[in-house]
T-cell receptor, first 116, second 111 residues
Framework: NAGVTQTPKFRILKIGQSMTLQCAQD?????MYWYRQDPGMGLKLIYY???????DKGEVPNGYNVSRSTTEDFPLRLELAAPSQTSVYFC???????????????FGEGSRLTVL | GQSLEQPSEVTAVEGAIVQINCTYQTSGFYGLSWYQQHDGGAPTFLSYNALDGLEETGRFSSFLSRSDSYGYLLLQELQMKDSASYFCAVRGGTYGQNFVFGPGTRLSVLP
């Protein structure tokens, strides 16, 4: 199984450019997440989705957008890139029912984004 | 909102035992998870506590006290490969849909 797949793995953007980070999972998980991790820091939740057509903001949503048209895919859109968005982005998924679950997130390998 | 606290760094020698603490403030608490992350890698899941008490998985154990909003990860028989960052994460929100991570503890295992 591929698990959680993120593309691209590395990208350099110029200030003001836009791009989409792709995330796909093949485990039929209902919940999906986008985190960013700055050097030496913890993971900050950007957006999450509890199923196709349902998304919600996390701790740091400004400057980002998401969509969830299928169970498998959860792309993250960066509009008007800024140097503050230089970070490593992780997509994750889990299978959870209301109040139940193992508490386990499955992570992709990460996408390293630099904005110059 | 949710907030978590962990020590920033811990150092120990091979073969020793180390405990990494995590305190949290949250609403709608469902459980506490622990993750390991090596430099340049992705976080990998270690354990999850939904109820009070100790969970043991090989050399790693995790403890939770819901009344104290406190948990810890215990690593026994430390090996060099255990040098990594360790994160606690609270599962919270209205129906357990959120996972919010702590700042992480960097563990250095010395020979």
């Amino acid at each position: 199984n591929a698990g959680v797949t993120q593309t691209p793995k590395f990208r350099i953007l110029k200030i003001g450019q836009s791009m989409t980070l792709q995330c796909a999972q093949d485990m039929n998980h209902n919940y999906m997440y986008w985190y960013r991790q700055d050097p030496g820091m913890g993971l900050k939740l950007i957006y999450y989705s509890v199923g196709a057509g349902i998304t919600d903001k996390g701790e740091v949503p400004n400057g980002y957008n998401v969509s969830r048209s299928t169970t498998e895919d959860f792309p993250l859109r960066l509009e008007l890139a800024a140097p503050s968005q230089t970070s490593v982005y992780f997509c994750a998924s889990s299978y959870t029912t209301r109040g139940l679950g193992t508490g386990e997130l499955f992570f992709g390998e990460g996408s390293r984004l630099t904005v110059l | 909102g949710q907030s978590l606290e962990q020590p920033s760094e811990v150092t120990a020698v091979e073969g020793a035992i180390v405990q990494i603490n995590c305190t949290y403030q949250t609403s709608g608490f469902y459980g506490l998870s622990w993750y390991q992350q090596h430099d340049g890698g992705a976080p990998t899941f270690l354990s999850y506590n939904a109820l009070d008490g100790l969970e043991e998985t090989g050399r790693f154990s995790s403890f939770l006290s819901r009344s104290d909003s406190y948990g810890y990860l215990l690593l026994q028989e430390l090996q060099m490969k255990d040098s990594a960052s360790y994160f606690c994460a609270v599962r919270g929100g209205t129906y357990g849909q959120n996972f919010v991570f702590g700042p992480g503890t960097r563990l250095s295992v010395l020979p």
